[in-house]
């Protein structure tokens, strides 16, 4: 039978390609590699199908780079969200190491090996500055890039993420919304798992008939066994945690009702972070807000970038 989701996907990619993104593998080292879809007027278009797209330009516009969460690779993600910034900004969109076409065979699995990874990546396709756009776990990634690279990212946006996951908040967290772990809450292994998920991340109960659930397992949670270690990898011990400086422009943009990280934390991390963060919340929407309500979350966003880019450049 037909796997409803994998079908969707060359009909996605159509989308990206009339975007103005393509796809393209960066390998960082041999054994590490990660899959992007990047600027179409950055790579050679190739002739034949065997033949590799080559990088002929540096990005000519602001770059924006748009990281994933836990859920769904880049472009699932952010396929809203790409048609709307690439007439005025160079859109990149990765996917981090376990999703999609990324892999490597090294062990690390902490947020700043993701995160060195993608930088690592970004350099090789000529970004030298960019605005981070990180969503829950890429949010997580962004703030270790901005930390570790304060010369490449100039400023982020973060939606539905923290600076870590100290191992209270987290347990905190899960208990909160009844889970016992968070492979328990981020890898489901059945429908029920699934849609519990979904009804935890997302404002307004979805509906989806079970196929659509089965199929959606089948496609996004692959790499069960790496994407475990990543969320063993995230949790860091409460004394370990630091505050750091940034001096980056960050805004938080939040759904009002996300369960999963509640705006009270987004608001206690704006008093944290200082002067040089801002916070906008978005009504009637979850974890999920820039696929929930992509309109409004999108003109936040542009409205952003906008100020921060005439501001900057």
């Known amino acids: 039978m037909v796997n409803l989701v994998a079908a969707q996907r060359p009909l996605l990619h159509g989308l990206m390609k009339m975007a103005g993104i393509r796809p393209y593998t960066v390998e960082i080292e041999p054994g590490t590699v990660m899959s992007f879809w990047v ?13 590799k797209p080559k990088i002929i330009a540096k990005p000519s516009k602001p770059t924006v780079v748009l990281v994933h969460g836990f ?28 999703f999609g076409g990324s892999a490597t065979d090294k062990a690390e699995r902490s947020p700043r090996f993701q995160a060195e990874c993608l930088v690592r990546a970004l350099r090789k396709l000529g970004v030298e500055k960019c605005m981070v756009v990180g969503f829950s776990y890429g949010g997580m990634v962004a703030f270790k890039m901005a930390e570790m690279w304060p010369e490449m990212v100039e400023g982020m946006v973060i939606s539905g993420s923290i600076l870590a996951m100290t191992d209270s908040l987290s347990a905190n967290s899960l208990q909160d919304i009844g889970f016992s772990s968070s492979s328990d809450l981020l890898l489901p292994n059945s429908v029920k798992g699934l849609k519990a998920l979904l009804s935890v991340a997302a404002h307004k109960k979805l509906w989806f008939p079970n196929r659509l659930h089965r199929d959606f397992l089948q496609v996004m949670f692959t790499n069960r066994k790496e994407r475990g270690e990543l969320l063993e990898g995230l949790v860091v011990d409460n004394k370990d945690i630091a505050i750091h400086n940034f001096p980056q422009r960050i805004h938080l943009l939040w759904g009002q009702n996300d369960q999963i990280f509640k705006v009270e934390l987004a608001e206690n991390m704006k008093e944290e972070l200082g002067d040089g963060t801002t916070l906008e919340c978005i009504e009637k929407a979850g974890h999920l807000v820039h696929l929930e309500r992509p309109c409004v979350f999108n003109r936040c966003l542009k409205h952003f970038l906008a100020s921060f880019f005439a501001n900057n450049h």
Do not use: H, N, R
């Not at 600027?39 to 033949?51: L, N, R």
């Open 39 to 51: 600027p179409s007027e950055t790579i050679t278009k190739p002739k034949k199908k065997e033949e």
């Open 71 to 98: 859920a769904g690779e880049g472009i699932v993600t952010w396929q809203f969200q790409v048609g709307a910034l690439t007439k005025k900004y160079a859109v990149y969109v990765p996917d981090l190491l376990f």
